[in-house]
């Protein structure tokens, strides 16, 4: 995308995430504003990095489909694996330009190009985009509260705003 990107991580260890997404961060950040001789000149990225817990299997692809889809979304490509950014791409076939980084945590399903290439439910995406912005686990419903109260995120599942007032 030309104004932001995603990555689905399953990182080893607790901890590990913030520390190399802001490697990554500042690594990309860094080589663009040299390449364009535009070091000091402001920021680059408009947000915040932003990331929420996924529980596994049915949840953790969703949210890839999700993000496998973004360039398809925004009526970028008429195919997901058209994108030339994305690692759908090598799904179908080897590329080695564009070299994968690691290997699923979960088996990809065998129809995942067709999968990915349905359009998703606006229920499905307005719940991915609430977790996105709020950083709320996303999982199954039933105990998106039990966790969020482990990881310290109770605050992203109440509503925003201050409470009102009882009278």
């Known amino acids: 995308m030309s104004n932001h990107w995603h990555f689905v991580f399953w990182p080893e260890r607790d901890g590990n995430l913030p520390a190399f997404t802001q490697q990554v961060t ?24 932003k990331c929420f817990p996924v529980e596994t299997e049915d949840y953790f692809y969703q ?23 994305s690692s759908l791409r090598r799904v179908e076939r080897e590329d080695t330009a564009f070299p994968i980084l690691s290997a699923w945590p979960l ?15 606006e229920a499905e995406v307005e719940a991915l985009r609430c977790c996105v912005n709020r950083g709320r686990p996303f999982g199954d419903p ?4 039990v ?18 007032k009882q009278s």
Do not use: F
Not at 26 to 49: A, D, F, P, S, V
Not at 107 to 121: A, F, G, K, S, Y
Not at 142 to 145: D, E, S
């Open 26 to 49: 500042n690594t990309r950040m860094k080589r663009w504003k040299e390449h364009r001789h535009e070091i000091g000149y402001g920021h680059l990225y408009q947000g915040r990095y």
């Open 63 to 85: 949210v890839v489909r999700y993000v496998e889809r973004n360039a398809l979304r925004a009526n970028l490509v008429e195919r997901a694996e058209s994108w030339r950014w």
């Open 107 to 121: 088996p990809r399903p065998t129809d995942w190009l067709q999968l990915v290439n349905q359009p998703q439910t």
């Open 142 to 145: 039933n105990r998106v509260t």
């Open 147 to 164: 966790t969020a109260e482990r990881l310290g995120l109770e605050w992203t599942i109440r509503p925003r705003g201050r409470p009102k």
